[in-house]
Structure formats: C-alpha cells, structure tokens
C-alpha cells in the first residue's frame, strides 16, 4: 500500500517561500506512469491543484500559481517536494500531495493525510 505523508512548517510569514515536503512510502515516485501532484483546500473552498511530477521527472504547474511555484524530487529520498514564493494569506490552505497512475487529475489513488499551513504575521 502507497503511503504519502506531508511535512513542513505550519506556520509562514507573508512574502516567504513556503516548503513542503511529500515522504513517499510503499511505492517508488519513479513507477512508470505514475503522476505525483500537490493539491490544497483554502478554508471554505474547494480542492485546488498545484502541479505535479511525472515519473520521469516532467513537471506541470497550474497556470494560475506556475509563477510561484517550484516541484522538484530526491528520488534517493523518494520524495518530492513543493515551494511557494511570495505567499499572501490568500495561500492559507491544507495542503496535501497525491498520486494516480496515468494522470494528475483527480481522482487520485493515494493522497497524504494533510498539513494545515497558516500564513500570517
């Protein structure tokens, strides 16, 4: 069973670089065809994507947050990772990293439990 487990701080002030790491475990995020993504819920809204990894290490971004956002992998950690710049409140979300197999799309296979990560002052 693939298991996906976020770490980071729960805590950023406005205008830093938020990092997030995916821990990934019963799987390898170099399995063929498999997509690897960070999604987030703001509060009272829905699931928005981020962007993903491939299994090849093609990365893809939301057009609205692709000026912002930075993926990249430690295949020898088998993790990937998520960073943020220029973070405002509005960023103020659980942020969760999930996987599927073909696509990036939702729904996905697996998906971690969530980290709740404040922006504030």
């Known amino acids: 069973q693939v298991q996906l487990q976020e770490s980071g701080p729960g805590l950023v002030k406005p205008s830093q670089t938020l990092s997030l790491t995916c821990t990934v475990s019963?799987?390898?995020?170099?399995?063929?065809?498999?997509?690897w993504s960070w999604i987030r819920q703001p509060p009272e809204k829905g699931l928005e994507w981020m962007g993903a990894?491939?299994?090849?290490?093609?990365?893809y971004y939301s057009p609205s947050l692709k000026s912002r956002t930075s993926i990249s992998r430690d295949t020898s950690k088998n993790q990937f990772t998520l960073q943020l710049t220029s973070v405002t409140p509005e960023d103020t979300a659980v942020y969760y990293c999930?996987?599927?197999?073909?696509?990036?799309?939702?729904?996905?296979?697996?998906r971690g439990q969530g980290t709740q990560v404040t922006v504030s002052s």
């Open positions: 990894i491939d299994s090849r290490g093609t990365i």
């Open positions: 019963g799987g390898s995020i170099t399995a063929t065809n498999y997509y």
């Open positions: 999930a996987s599927r197999r073909g696509s990036f799309q939702p729904p996905y296979d697996y």
